[in-house]
Nanobody, 119 residues
């Protein structure tokens, strides 16, 4: 198992920025995916952005051009820079870790960090 510790959530005005960080510890494998999902009240958890250890990234359409995911593999840390935050962005943001191992296992999740956007 891998433990994930998130930080960086908070309250920001619409149009503002926040940076989330997530550091992994434990049984980490070199080939993995790390990223962020979010869940707003009454909604399903949804992918925000994912970064693979080989440098590939994927974003949900609604955050493209506003959010940037990056990794520091030496620190086992993933970041999410969120700019131009909109009223539809507030949610609990969860860090995600998925190792490329066989047989595959379920991903690990952080405890979540709240992002609130005021209009």
């Amino acid at each position: 198992q891998v433990q994930l510790v998130e930080s960086g959530g908070g309250l920001v005005q619409a149009g503002g920025s926040l940076r989330l960080s997530c550091t992994a510890s434990g049984s980490i494998v070199s080939i993995n995916a790390m990223g962020w999902y979010r869940q707003a009240p009454g909604k399903q958890r949804e992918l925000v952005a994912i970064a693979n250890s080989n440098g590939g990234t994927n974003y949900r359409d609604s955050v493209k051009g506003r959010f940037t995911i990056s990794r520091d593999n030496a620190k086992n840390t993933v970041y999410l820079q969120m700019n131009s935050l909109k009223p539809e962005d507030p949610a609990v943001y969860y860090c995600y870790y998925f190792p490329a191992i066989s047989p595959a296992r379920a991903p690990d999740w952080g405890q979540g960090t709240q992002v609130t956007v005021s209009s």
